[in-house]
């Protein structure tokens, strides 16, 4: 339901947009969320955004740098990425439906890789 794109390799500084697209009908009416997972680590909340995009969620490490949007027309969300540091590097996954807000959801997309070059 959850597809991810526009990861890659960038270097330090740089900028990157994920997308998430979902084919669910009832997309617009629950919260959406983007998280990663560095190797060796937990998976992370790093950003999510309510369903109306009135209320957002930023994980400490990322606040200023990343912006979460939607939009609910073209049933995607996305993640701009600035000012990138090495210590962003992971699988990005896209998540749909909180069952938590706003660290636990129902529906998970398959990640999308970053790589932050020093």
């Known amino acids: 339901q959850l597809v991810e794109s526009g990861g890659g390799l960038v270097q330090v500084g740089g900028s990157l947009r994920l997308s998430c697209a979902s084919s669910a009908r009832t997309y617009s009416t629950y919260a959406m969320g983007w998280f990663r997972q560095a190797p060796g680590k937990e998976r992370d909340v790093v950003a999510a955004?309510?369903?109306?995009?009135?209320?957002?969620y930023y994980a400490e490490s990322v606040k200023g740098r990343f912006t979460i949007s939607r939009d609910n027309a073209k049933n995607t969300v996305y993640l701009q990425m600035n000012s990138l540091k090495p210590e962003d590097t992971a699988v990005y996954y896209c998540?749909?439906?909180?069952?938590?807000?706003?660290?636990?959801?129902?529906?998970w997309g398959q990640g999308t890789q970053v790589t932050v070059s020093s």
């Open positions: 998540a749909g439906e909180t069952l938590r807000w706003p660290t636990e959801f129902k529906y």
């Open positions: 955004i309510y369903w109306d995009g009135t209320i957002t």
